[in-house]
């Protein structure tokens, strides 16, 4: 069976229309690794779980979207929760059953696919597509949760602060309207949020809003949001010829160099992220061990392969970030002409490749860079969906600002909040922004999820489930994360089925103590969620830092 296609469990409990409609008690929309999280997490507590996902594969940002998973140095043992190591193991798990490693890779517990730099576990879309498959299929054999695919949110009733349906069209072209208990949003985009009429920010706050040193200093902007990136994958094919044709849009983009950028976007000299006023030159191909552009989110080190065999890396770089102009919360033919131009960006930017980059060997081009279409089944080698970095976000009882969290506002720890769900660790990492504005990537504490984040002002039964929670424009640059998210979709998901439990509602959970330690107990008990960083790791952390600045005073 191909991953991702439903399955005969699937199929088996499919019942007409009309029983679908009224049958789940929660609704997850969207099946990203926040809305898989929810959905597992409250099904296995008992509750009846409906998961809607608009295209064919599960996993968001980590399947269709093609992003190898950014995480923090301890993800291995503390910093996620159980289930998230437990898909961790299961790709690893693909890789020993489906594919012939070297002895030496087969018997790595950490295995990593791609030896990539930017992650400790990159790899091929399709083998999380597969454990991801995996770990939904006991709980789909019971009964208790549904998925969904090929359906789209388009509109959604809500009455006395309540959500009371949300309306789908299928790919079959049918209007089928749910009526839950609960609705959670793990959409990419934060949609749902405003189908439901759900209070929230969009782009950019103001500093008067936020009181963050890194918001706008102006008014807020909602089109000032991070770039976005349609992925692209390529496979390295050494003496072979693989160009493709010549991107209508090529031209434009070979020349268009962004006013902060220190010459063309597509070159291999852009900006420093961590600097972003100093150039910065990525080689494309480094010795062995060495750090490169076709290291850093490789997916197959075709070394670790017996016998071996090519590699292949995502484009996922700065050369093809897309913030010309922004793509959520516009309208819908504004939203489908700049995705197409992210798309033609990245084709753009593998074509120079091909034709015009220059060679560390002397001359112009590699063109035995070919589109791996088997990668996500596509001739181009592009990603199903356009990787999202933000979108739009609760107006929530607790939201997270940058002095919360960042190194050089509370240089001896973070905020500690009493009714934590989970935790995080990044810097605060954002990418060129639609308006106009380079790198923000700082450094941050290991972070807490507050529970508070989770709760909208208004609505008493919608809770966000992926990357749209009470951050800021700012402090999404790390709660943003692949493991975060996962993090933020369980806690959703638990929180849900505890409130149908106990017949509470959310802001009571997080408004009484008890309640939330109750919750806070399933989510260590069942789910091996970490709440609080351990002390010695928080203040290595801090120790680490403090050496650094001392080290560039």
Known sequence: MVPGSDSPLEAASADTAAQESDWPEILVVGGGLGGIAA????????????????????????????????????????????????????IRAYYREHRKLTDAAARSPFLNPGTAHVSRIAHEPRAAVAAIDELCAPLLATGRMRIRRGWTPVSASSEADTVRSVTFATMDGDLITV?????????????????????????????????????????????????????LAVEHRPGE?????????????????????????????????????????????????????WTYRRIRDGSLHDPATTDISILNWPQNDYFVDPV??????????????ARNLSLSLLYWLQTEAPRSDGGTGYPELAPAADVFGTADGLALRPYLREGRRIQAV????????????????????????????????????????????FAAHPFQVPLGALIPVRLRNLVPAAKNIGSTHITNGCYRLHPVEWTIGEAAGVLAAFCLRHNVQPSQVQATAA???????????????????????????????VAKRRGRS
């Not at 997490?41 to 968001?60: K, M, Q």
């Open 328 to 341: 959520v919360g516009t309208t819908s033919e504004l939203r489908e002409a700049r995705l197409a131009a």
């Open 241 to 293: 010829r693989h160009e493709i044709g010549k991107p209508a849009d090529y031209d434009s983009w070979r020349t268009y160099r962004p006013d902060f950028w220190p010459g063309p976007l597509l070159s291999f000299t852009g900006c420093n992220p961590h600097t972003p006023q100093e150039p910065i030159t990525w080689p494309l191909f480094a010795d062995p061990g060495g750090w490169s552009l």
């Open 39 to 90: 959905a597992l997490a409250a099904a296995e507590l008992g509750a009846r779980v409906l998961l809607t996902e608009e295209s064919a594969w599960l996993g968001g940002q980590l399947t269709s979207q093609g992003v190898p998973p950014d995480e923090n140095g301890l993800i291995e043992t503390i910093g996620g929760t159980g289930t998230y190591r437990r898909l961790r193991q299961g």
């Open 398 to 441: 607790t939201t997270v600002v940058e002095q919360d969290i960042a190194f050089d506002s509370r240089p001896d720890g973070p905020r500690r909040f009493a009714d934590s769900v989970g935790v995080g660790h990044y810097r605060i990492d954002l990418h060129p922004s639609t308006g106009g504005r380079n790198y923000i990537d």
């Open 515 to 545: 309640l939330t330690e109750q919750l806070q107990s399933i989510l260590t008990d069942k789910f091996g969620t970490t709440l609080r960083w351990p002390a010695d790791y928080a203040e290595a952390y801090v120790a680490g830092e």
């Open 179 to 231: 009526e839950p208990s609960y609705v959670l949003d793990a959409t990419e985009d934060g949609g749902l949020l405003d189908l439901v009429g759900c209070e929230h920010v969009l782009g950019s706050e103001a500093q008067a809003d936020t009181g963050e040193p890194r918001a706008l200093t102006g008014a807020a902007d909602p089109l000032d949001q991070q770039a976005i990136t349609w992925c």
